[in-house]
Nanobody, 126 residues
Framework: QYHFVESGGALVQPGGSLRLSCYGYNFPVEDHAVAWFRQIPGKEREGISCISRAGTRSNYADSVSGRFTISRDNTRSTVYLQMNNLKADDTARYFC???????????????????WGQGTQVTVSS
């Protein structure tokens, strides 16, 4: 129902930066809040950042606050995640998904679907 392609993951040294992209297609991306999640094998997915439909509000997990910045370009149906000062603990596969809005209006880490894409692998290592 909600189709995304994630890209931009790579092997990077601690302290480095990456910019991930999440392109949505075959549905109106601009009508949905979107969140980035990450997952380590054997662990549940962790919501790390979300952004409201218009891109005016965002939330961050404590583990990435101050280092990551989420943004979106609805004309391109794309959500971005700028990751700076990467740490070894950031190593994971990163996914994006549509999420339910919050109240008052904002974004949440509650996915609207159980379907997930391939994600993109981020590995932070020296």
């Amino acid at each position: 129902q909600y189709h995304f392609v994630e890209s931009g993951g790579a092997l990077v040294q601690p302290g480095g930066s990456l910019r991930l992209s999440c392109y949505g297609y075959n549905f109106p991306v601009e009508d949905h809040a979107v969140a980035w999640f990450r997952q380590i094998p054997g662990k549940e997915r962790e919501g790390i950042s979300c952004i409201s439909r218009a891109g005016t509000r965002s939330n961050y997990a404590d583990s990435v606050s101050g280092r990551f910045t989420i943004s979106r370009d609805n004309t391109r149906s794309t959500v971005y995640l700028q990751m700076n000062n990467l740490k070894a603990d950031d190593t994971a596969r990163y996914f994006c998904a549509t999420t339910w809005p919050g109240s008052p209006p904002t974004c949440t880490f509650r996915p609207k679907s159980d379907s997930w894409g391939q994600g993109t692998q981020v590995t932070v290592s020296s």
